[in-house]
Each structure stands twice: as C-alpha cells, then as structure tokens.
C-alpha cells in the first residue's frame, strides 16, 4: 500500500472551476455545488484503502454539515480501465451503500484533478465563500491499520471555524493516501 501525502497547495489558491458528470445522473459544476459559507472537494476513490478507512466518517461529515452553508463534493479521477472498482456504475453503488449525501463525481479525463494538484485518495480542499483555498490537509490521524480512531477531527476543525466565521488555522498535516491512479 503506497502512502503519498497531498501536494499542501498555497493557501489562498483560487478554487478552479469544474463541470463533470454524477453517475447517479446529471451533471454538476462548482457553482452548483458551492455554498453560502464555502466548498469541500474531496478527491476520493472505491478502492483505496485509505478511503474504506473513512468513508463512514466522510458520509457523517456529509450529513452533519448538510444545513452549515457549506457546499460538499466528491471526485474520482482514477484511470478506472486499470482500476474497474472505481469506475462510475460501482462509484453510483458506493455513494448509495455509504449513505453519501454529496455528489460522487467522475473525473474521465483527469484534467479536474490536475486543476487541483491533488495527489491522493482522499485528498480535501476546503474554500471559503470567495473561492480561497483555507484548508488543504488530512481528515485526522486515524491511518489504515493505526489505533487511532477515525474522528474527522482536522477537517472537522477547519469546517467549524469557517461556518463560524472564525480563521482556519494554518498548522495543516498532510493527508495521505493512495496515489490517484494517473493515466499513461
């Protein structure tokens, strides 16, 4: 299982902007999805370890700031011709299985991830109302095989203090993941 850390964009990146298609139906681009208060996209994908580890808690995170003017988004962008279990029929049952209440986006062509500079599964950016980049980091300490529990602590944390209207702190670790599974 390779670990590679999220690439830490410069804090104050502009969101970019994005249109991709829902396998549960429709389409859906970043204005759609962006909130009163700011937007989650989170890089995700079926299989990866790292993501089973916290799917639970990221289908939480979904409902519990459903109503906090927060918009939230999910993004597969793996190569899915060498990595079926993440292609978009089996992304549309992993949404439904996990209770996930956000959009479950397919990035085909990879150039949304690319846009990001995300790196891994899960990777999490986390703008506020103007589009800025306030946290770019890891869901918690709780790693695939660790003791420590899944929590969502650090995201949860960044999540408060911009529903809050309060400054998300800069001291961000990492997330780590499986690398997203690039194209050749």
Known sequence: MARTPSTMSPLGTTCPDFTLPDPRGGTVDRDGV??????LVMFLCNHCPFVVHVADELAA????????????????????????????????QEAEHRGYVFPYLYDETQAVAR????????????????????????LDDSRPG????????????????????????GEQTPSLGCNIKWKH
């Open 34 to 39: 962006m909130g009163e208060r700011g937007l």
């Open 146 to 169: 660790s003791e420590a529990p899944v929590t969502g602590a650090d995201l949860r944390a960044a999540m408060d203090a911009l529903v809050a209207g309060k400054p998300v702190s």
């Open 61 to 92: 995170i979904g409902r519990d700031y459903a109503d906090s003017g927060l918009g939230a988004v999910a993004i597969s962008s793996n190569d899915v011709a060498n990595y079926p279990d993440d292609a978009p029929d089996k992304m549309a």
């Open 115 to 138: 846009s990001f500079d995300a790196a891994c599964t899960p990777d999490f950016f986390l703008y506020d109302a103007d589009g800025l980049l306030v946290y770019r980091g890891q």
